[in-house]
């Protein structure tokens, strides 16, 4: 069974720094575009960073210049650097991607289980 496993969430003062990270496990044939989204209390889930197989990335316009979204396809982990955090990054961070299970297979979208980031002093 595919899942994706989150690491990294906690909370940190405004203008800190956290590194989150998702590592796709089970039995799967391809990964597609991996992403990370966000769902703050009370709002809609929102994409943050979504990197392509081939490593091409791209932002959120509230989070550019302060997110680094990379991965590594050998490992078929997808990291999230975030970078001068403030206290409206606080959500729920979930990892996503599209992965097949075989080489026939259409490929379906993934989520990860979610980790908590705390903005606050």
């Known amino acids: 069974q595919v899942q994706l496993v989150e690491s990294g969430g906690g909370l940190v003062q405004p203008g800190g720094s956290l590194r989150l990270s998702c590592a796709a496990s089970?039995?799967?044939?391809?990964?597609?575009?991996m992403a990370w989204y966000r769902q703050a209390p009370g709002k809609q889930r929102e994409l943050v960073a979504r990197?392509?197989?081939?490593?091409?990335?791209n932002y959120a316009d509230s989070v550019k210049g302060r997110f680094t979204i990379s991965r590594d396809n050998a490992k078929n982990t997808v990291t999230l650097q975030m970078n001068s955090l403030e206290p409206e990054d606080t959500a729920v961070y979930y990892c996503?991607?599209?992965?097949?299970?075989?080489?026939?297979?259409?490929?379906?979208?993934?989520w990860g289980q979610g980790t908590q980031v705390t903005i606050s002093s």
């Open positions: 990197i392509t197989s081939g490593g091409s990335p």
């Open positions: 996503n991607a599209d992965l097949a299970e075989r080489a026939w297979s259409p490929f379906f979208n993934y």
């Open positions: 089970g039995s799967f044939f391809s990964v597609r575009s």
